[in-house]
T-cell receptor, first 113, second 115 residues
Framework: SQKIEQNSEALNIQEGKTATLTCNYT??????LQWYRQDPGRGPVFLLL?????KEKRKERLKVTFDTTLKQSLFHITASQPADSATYLC????????????FGAGTQVVVTP | DTAVSQTPKYLVTQMGNDKSIKCEQN?????MYWYKQDSKKFLKIMFS???????INETVPNRFSPKSPDKAHLNLHINSLELGDSAVYFC??????????????FGPGTRLTVL
């Protein structure tokens, strides 16, 4: 069955450092992969999308890589700030199910000053 | 300027009751979704409607019935509520298409507690 795995343990990081989150998947051929941010008591907010034929995408301090051979995406927050503290979710969309996203459980990031 | 709104924000009810959650989007999107986020934080898709037509119907008990009166609204009605229905329900919308990113816009969520 299809599976998406993200680190369940919270990532504690010092302000200014780079946070790196992992999203691994099995039994899946996503057309693209998305990353969302979720704050407590709020809905997820879209951050970045990377397509299957792209290796890397950047947006401000965020960087996403996508390795379809390893079936893995890495999400980096550079120069992290306390305001980056949140849960980050990866989501995959298969080529046969346009619009249907399958989400990972998310990884909580805590940035301390 | 709320993009995706849901009502109510909180819903506390007894087992066996019937309740509805409403969702509206003002983004002009054709597609709307209902997701359930359980206590383990897994966000699972339940239903999707495209221009008022059901296109995704995951394995959800038939006590859950979505209704889309128009493409800007997608409501969720739940009959005979059970303890296991307690969760946060999120509505979302998007504009899928080969040239779009299918970025989904989520509402603030409705926390349903069944006692």
């Amino acid at each position: 069955s299809q599976k998406i795995e993200q680190n369940s343990e919270a990532l504690n990081i010092q302000e200014g450092k780079t946070a790196t989150l992992t999203c691994n998947y099995t039994n899946y051929s996503p057309a693209y992969l998305q990353w969302y941010r979720q704050d407590p008591g709020r809905g997820p907010v879209f951050l970045l999308l990377i397509r299957e034929n792209e290796k890397e995408k950047r947006k401000e301090r965020l960087k996403v890589t996508f390795d379809t051979t390893l079936k893995q995406s890495l999400f980096h927050i550079t120069a992290s700030q306390p305001a980056d503290s949140a849960t980050y979710l990866c989501a995959l969309d298969g080529t046969d199910s346009w619009g249907k996203l399958q989400f990972g459980a998310g990884t909580q990031v805590v940035v301390t000053p | 300027d709320t993009a995706v709104s849901q009502t109510p924000k909180y819903l506390v009810t007894q087992m066996g009751n019937d309740k509805s959650i409403k969702c509206e989007q003002n983004l002009g999107h054709d597609t709307m979704y209902w997701y359930k986020q359980d206590s383990k934080k897994f966000l699972k898709i339940m239903f999707s409607y495209n221009n008022k037509e059901l296109i995704i119907n995951e394995t959800v008990p038939n006590r859950f019935s979505p209704k889309s009166p128009d493409k800007a609204h997608l409501n969720l009605h739940i009959n005979s509520l059970e303890l296991g229905d307690s969760a946060v329900y999120f509505c979302a919308s998007s504009q899928p298409g080969t040239t779009s990113t299918n970025e989904q816009f989520f509402g603030p969520g409705t926390r349903l507690t069944v006692l």
